[in-house]
């Protein structure tokens, strides 16, 4: 960890990718050793610590406000879904298409996450 660049600073170090990442990369999958960097960015990583799912649905304590949020990395795939349930949350009062209530805020204040296997 003394090694990692600080995560203050999201200018891009190069070097650490060519130093420290990509040979681990290349013993690991050796076909990774013919490929080389191109270009690169830095950025923060939004996810939702608790449990590594999104949060959906009303929150628990502020009226008239729903979420849709904590998705992480896996967001873009489901936007579709996450944005038709709140829409179907805020016009019906209730999900139609899909139930997803177990992504609702109730997991969070009582403490239950929601494991999932793949991840």
Do not use: C, I, M, T
Not at 50 to 68: M, Q, S, T, Y
Not at 75 to 81: E, S, T, V
């Amino acid at each position: 960890q003394e090694e990692e660049p600080d995560p203050g600073d999201l200018s891009v170090d190069d070097n650490y990718f060519q130093e420290q990442v990509w040979p681990r990369l290349a013993r690991r999958v050796p076909a990774f050793s013919s490929l080389r960097l191109r270009s690169s960015w830095a950025g923060y990583y939004d996810h939702n610590a608790f449990d590594r799912n999104g949060v959906l649905g009303p929150h628990p304590k502020l009226e008239n406000l729903f979420l849709a949020a904590g998705f992480s990395g896996h967001g873009l795939q489901h936007a579709p879904a996450a944005g038709r349930a709140v829409a179907e949350l805020v016009v019906k009062g209730r999900y139609e298409s899909l139930d997803l209530r177990r992504l609702g805020w109730r997991r969070l204040v009582e403490g239950e996450p929601l494991e999932e296997d793949g991840v």
